[in-house]
């Protein structure tokens, strides 16, 4: 899966907060992810983010993987 830095994921389900959105930090074994709804930040495996990634919205355009 193509994931960028200044990606925003939209996930499968939503984080505690509501929102679902994720703006993409940092990229590497491990990404550095921020929930857009409260702002928390927080770092998982890429393998657990790529199966909870529903679309990638990249400059304006969405991405469905
Ligand atoms: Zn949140």
């Known amino acids: 899966m193509d994931i960028r830095v200044g990606d925003v ?3 499968k389900k939503p984080h505690p ?6 703006n993409v930090l ?3 074994m491990d990404f550095r992810l921020q ?5 928390h930040e927080f770092m998982s495996p890429r ?3 790529e199966k909870r ?3 990638i919205i990249r400059d304006q355009e969405t991405i469905t993987p």
């Open 47 to 49: 393998l657990k983010i």
């Open 53 to 55: 990634v529903k679309k």
């Open 17 to 22: 907060c509501g929102s679902n959105q994720l």
């Open 35 to 39: 929930c857009q709804g409260c702002g």
């Open 26 to 28: 940092r990229i590497g």
């Open 9 to 11: 994921l939209v996930m």
